[in-house]
């Protein structure tokens, strides 16, 4: 099979309902779809779509101009060889990993289509389905948190987020009191400041929640600074932002700073990438879990689908932004979250979706 065209198209994702954090509010954000068509009848798809320019250092800006290098690098690749798609790639540019990430994403769907097996398949096979989600609870007032959490539980949600951050670290303690207040047994909590908090805040903040369980998610800005706070929380520590590279994962679980993760797969290389992780947590019985920043049903398969491939012991969830904007690409397979869990998209081989035709209108651009 070799890559003969790479078309990349555009899409705003309206919000449905609110949804801020410590950097900025989430405001429709704009995805970028990649279609990787070639000499075969498959078509492979990949996407990503950060949740505006500051929670991360990609936007959409920058992956399309990064895609601007790396398009016409792929024409004459064989996709099934994801090996030799990452050689050429670094080969190409030293940055871009979000673009990079997105392609990786195609080549696995590629690799299914030409195999007729599952992402999921390919990855070691499914070890659930459906896959448990986690909802987030952004920033609010207690008792507007406190509530949302009331409502998701009763919806059979088991993992739940509260967004810290960016405000009096007064307002967080006491929107995370009354939240950890009303979770019920069996019912994870964990409260991620997307780096909003300072060292002395992470500290603070944990300190006067001392007793409620929760682990914390990214309090800090670096690996360093959150390295630092470690020995003075009372509450495990997840590491999202920062854990930017395998190596990262790896210093901080030897280390003994991270008791866990929140994994974005278009952070560290895709799916393939998110495989060498999730065998690192495998090998240290880390938890983990499944992520992206934002999008629609192509990132939200891939993250399903290799979420479903961690022990449910280890597993913090395949998280999906579907109930924010209320979208499918594919209204029949696209991943949706019922009763807290999400099942693995069924619409055939690679990541189980049927694109309709068309769907993404022009493309922006288009290589080969
Ligand atoms: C909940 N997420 C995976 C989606 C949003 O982009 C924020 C992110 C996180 O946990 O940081
Ligand atoms: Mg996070």
Not at 88 to 96: I, Q, V
Not at 158 to 164: M, N, P, S, Y
Not at 246 to 274: C, E
Request: aromatic fraction near 6%; hydrophobic fraction near 40%.
């Amino acid at each position: 099979m070799k890559i003969t065209v790479v078309n990349v198209y555009a899409k705003t994702m309206p919000m449905a309902s609110a949804y801020n954090m410590s950097s900025a509010p989430v405001g429709d954000p704009s995805t970028t779809i990649i279609e990787i068509i070639t000499d075969s009848e498959h078509v492979g798809w990949g996407e990503i779509c950060p949740s505006g320019p500051l929670p991360q250092p990609e936007h959409a800006g920058s992956i399309r101009a990064d895609l601007e290098l790396l398009g016409p690098t792929l024409i004459g690749t064989d996709p099934t060889l994801i090996g030799e798609v990452w050689a050429a790639m670094t080969g190409t540019m030293d940055g871009g990993i979000g673009a990079k990430s997105a392609i990786d994403i195609g080549c696995w769907d590629l690799l299914g289509k030409a195999t007729n097996r599952r992402v999921c398949d390919l990855l070691g096979g499914p070890l659930m389905d459906p896959v448990p989600t986690y909802h987030v609870i952004p920033i609010g007032t207690p008792g507007e948190s406190a509530g949302l959490a009331e409502r998701l539980q009763d919806e059979g949600i088991t993992k739940l987020q509260l967004k810290a951050g960016g405000r009096r670290i007064e307002d967080d303690i006491a929107a995370a009191t009354a939240v950890a207040g009303v979770v019920r047994p069996g019912v994870d909590l964990f409260v991620d400041a997307n780096r909003g908090f300072t060292v002395e805040q992470a500290i603070q903040f944990s300190q006067a929640c001392t007793g409620l369980r929760f682990d914390m998610e990214q309090p800090c800005h670096t690996y360093d600074e959150c390295a630092a706070a470690k020995s003075s929380l009372t509450h495990p520590l997840l590491l999202d932002e920062c854990a930017k590279d395998l190596a990262t994962v790896a210093k901080s679980i030897s280390s003994g700073v991270a008791n866990g993760f929140g994994m974005k797969l278009t952070r560290v290389g895709g799916l393939s990438g998110m495989r060498a992780i999730r065998d690192l947590c495998l090998a240290t019985h880390t938890p983990t879990s499944f992520d992206d920043s934002w999008g629609g049903d192509i990132i939200a398969a891939a993250c399903v689908h290799i979420g479903s491939t961690m022990p449910a012991a280890l597993s913090r969830g395949a998280w999906i932004s579907h109930p924010y904007h209320q979208l499918h690409y594919d209204e029949v397979n696209g991943p949706r979250i019922e009763g807290g869990m999400v099942a693995i998209p069924a619409g055939g081989p690679g990541l189980g979706l049927v694109m309709p035709t068309g769907c993404f209108g022009d493309a922006i651009a288009s290589y080969g």
